[in-house]
């Protein structure tokens, strides 16, 4: 069954604003890892979050986890045409050892 | 360069038909996977393989079968191909199984059972 649910569903923004996408999941995880899809292309990599950690940056990304709310949020600072993509969150939980991922976001930066 | 490769890229075929995607990885990864994309973007593991062992089946119908040359190949084939079928199927590699490492895409196999 599915993990991660996303938040909004779709996010229309100007260039230069900031994004922020949710992530809420079910059962107790291991880690949480944000990743991208470029229309027509596989999924990237963002950032790993582990269970233990609340926040991490990279570049222009912030991602936190809250444990007791079971939830993460993706926060894409000065957003860029080119950041235009699906973001999914992806839950690992030990109990079944896989990766399990949301139904995804679309962002649209409008330049 | 150092990727997940998969071919081909776009396939259109017929209903009943058998066919296979065949999947590479160059990253010295010991764990390869198949993960299926509905047209809602839905993204699905369909089966796990660590040093060519089957890990993960994830309650997959049997005309699908993958198989592991070599822990650097993982192809799929699916016999008797359905309408339901059609979907976008990413082949993907990662270090190991374990809750630390991240996955590693390849582009996508655009199946499309007509």
């Known amino acids: 069954s599915q993990q991660g649910e996303e938040d909004p569903q779709a996010l229309s923004i100007q260039e230069g604003e900031n994004a922020t996408m949710n992530c809420s999941y079910k059962?107790?995880?291991?880690?949480l890892q944000w990743y991208r899809q470029n229309s027509g292309r596989g999924l990237v990599h963002l950032i790993l979050?582990?269970?233990?950690?609340r926040e991490k940056h990279s570049g222009r990304l912030r991602v936190t986890l809250d444990t007791s709310k079971k939830s993460s949020s993706l926060l894409i600072t000065a957003s860029r045409a080119a950041d235009t993509a699906s973001y999914f969150c992806?839950?690992?939980?030990?109990?079944?050892?896989?990766?399990?991922f949301g139904k995804g976001i679309t962002l649209s930066v409008r330049p | 360069d150092t990727a997940v490769s998969q071919t081909p890229k776009y396939l259109v075929t017929q209903m009943g038909n058998d066919k296979s995607i065949k999947c590479e990885q160059n990253?010295?990864?010991?764990?390869m996977y198949w993960y299926k994309q509905d047209s809602k973007k839905f993204l699905k593991i369909m089966f796990s393989?660590?040093?060519?062992?089957?890990?993960i089946n994830e309650t997959v119908p049997n005309r699908f079968s993958p198989k592991s040359p070599d822990k650097a190949h993982l192809n799929l084939h699916i016999n008797s191909l359905e309408l339901g079928d059609s979907a976008v199927y990413f082949c993907?590699?990662?270090?190991?199984?374990?809750?630390?490492?991240?996955?590693?895409f390849g582009e996508g196999s655009w199946l499309t059972v007509v």
């Open positions: 992806a839950t690992f939980t030990g109990a079944n050892s896989k990766l399990t």
């Open positions: 993907a590699s990662s270090p190991g199984g374990g809750s630390g490492n991240t996955i590693y």
């Open positions: 059962t107790s995880i291991n880690n």
């Open positions: 990253l010295g990864h010991d764990t």
């Open positions: 979050i582990r269970s233990n950690e």
């Open positions: 393989y660590n040093n060519k062992e089957l890990i």
